[in-house]
T-cell receptor, first 112, second 114 residues
Framework: GEKVEQHESTLSVREGDSAVINCTYT??????FPWYKQEAGKGLHFVID?????DRKQSQRLIVLLDKKAKRFSLHITATQPEDSAIYFC???????????FGKGTSLTVIP | NAGVIQTPRHKVTGKGQEATLWCEPI?????VFWYRQTIVQGLEFLTY????????DSGMPKERFSAQMPNQSHSTLKIQSTQPQDSAVYLC????????????FGHGTKLSVL
């Protein structure tokens, strides 16, 4: 089955800098790649997603890049703020099928 | 819209006891998912229902774990004869129609088996 690896388990950046979280996947049939954020004591909250028909998507300060050849995707958070501090999870799934495979999470700390 | 509601928030059981976890999906959502979260394994898919029918239970341990969705408004995850290794946060999520769409997660039930 699919394996999603999240390369950074922890990440610290200074407020205003950019943060980058990288993930790789193994299943060439995966075509949907969402990102979720988890704050302490809460469930996961959707932040952004990308589908395999594009290689870049931006929503305000969040940018997702997808490199299908390398089976790699990344989340870029620009102009970080303290409220961006959380655990971020990447995931992958096949088209039309919603069994998501999640990475193990990256704990992001934004230092004021 | 209250979001996905999971009860209880915390459950403590003794080894060998049964635990039942409840999930109320967002009204109008036809797909419900159960995940288990631990530090070591991360987020593990357990099972998923669409329109109350079980679609994929490939992540469910074959023994002691069962899930049901008797109606549109709730799903249960039952663990019989709980073991310490069952200790985890169990997350329920729902989505509109179960295809590639965002999941809405509940806050989870933290199960502690002593």
């Amino acid at each position: 089955g699919e394996k999603v690896e999240q390369h950074e388990s922890t990440l610290s950046v200074r407020e205003g800098d950019s943060a980058v979280i990288n993930c790789t996947y193994t299943d060439t049939a995966s075509s949907y790649f969402p990102w979720y954020k988890q704050e302490a004591g809460k469930g996961l909250h959707f932040v952004i997603d990308i589908r395999s028909n594009v290689d870049r998507k931006q929503s305000q300060r969040l940018i997702v890049l997808l490199d299908k050849k390398a089976k790699r995707f990344s989340l870029h958070i620009t102009a970080t703020q303290p409220e961006d501090s959380a655990i971020y999870f990447c995931a992958a799934s096949r088209a039309g099928y919603q069994n998501f495979y999640f990475g193990k999470g990256t704990s992001l700390t934004v230092i004021p | 819209n209250a979001g996905v509601i999971q009860t209880p928030r915390h459950k403590v059981t003794g080894k060998g006891q049964e635990a039942t976890l409840w999930c109320e999906p967002i009204s109008g959502h036809s797909a419900v998912f159960w995940y288990r979260q631990t530090i070591v394994q991360g987020l593990e898919f357990l099972t998923y229902f669409r329109n109350q029918a079980p679609i994929d239970d490939s992540g469910m341990p074959k023994e002691r774990f069962s899930a049901q969705m008797p109606n549109q408004s709730h799903s249960t995850l039952k663990i019989q004869s709980t073991q310490p290794q069952d200790s985890a946060v169990y997350l329920c999520a729902s989505s509109l129609d179960g295809t590639n769409e965002r999941l809405f997660f509940g806050h989870g039930t933290k199960l502690s088996v002593l």
